[in-house]
Nanobody, 122 residues
């Protein structure tokens, strides 16, 4: 079992920056690909970014590429999502996920956090 706890969400204005954190416990953190997904009301959960076990490889959704950066600290068992130039359409519940394999489809991820809300206002 892997337990994931997100933090760092909040209310920000368009153009602002925000950093989300996800602390993991329970298993060897570096054995898992870590990802961020988000879900807006009435919409399906969508891929944001993932990072490989060592952090050497990352992938981003086109909608966030160039604005968001995913990173991980295996010593702290934590993954981060740095979000810059936030837009109204970034408003969503953000979820951290873990799995032994990399991918952008949410159903493949075995472990999930409880989510943290990000609201971007104009």
């Amino acid at each position: 079992q892997v337990q994931l706890v997100e933090s760092g969400g909040g209310l920000v204005q368009a153009g602002d920056s925000l950093t989300l954190s996800c602390a993991a416990s329970g298993r060897t953190f570096s054995d898992y690909v870590m990802a961020w997904f988000r879900q807006a009301p009435g919409k399906e959960r969508e891929f944001v970014a993932y990072i490989s076990w060592s952090g050497g490889s990352t992938s981003y959704a086109d909608s966030v590429k160039g604005r968001f950066t995913i990173s991980r600290d295996n010593g702290k068992s934590t993954v981060y999502l740095q979000m810059n130039s936030l837009k109204l359409e970034d408003t969503a519940e953000y979820y951290c996920a873990a799995d032994r394999s990399a991918g952008s489809y949410y159903r493949q991820y075995m472990y999930w956090g409880q989510g943290t809300q990000v609201t971007v206002s104009s």
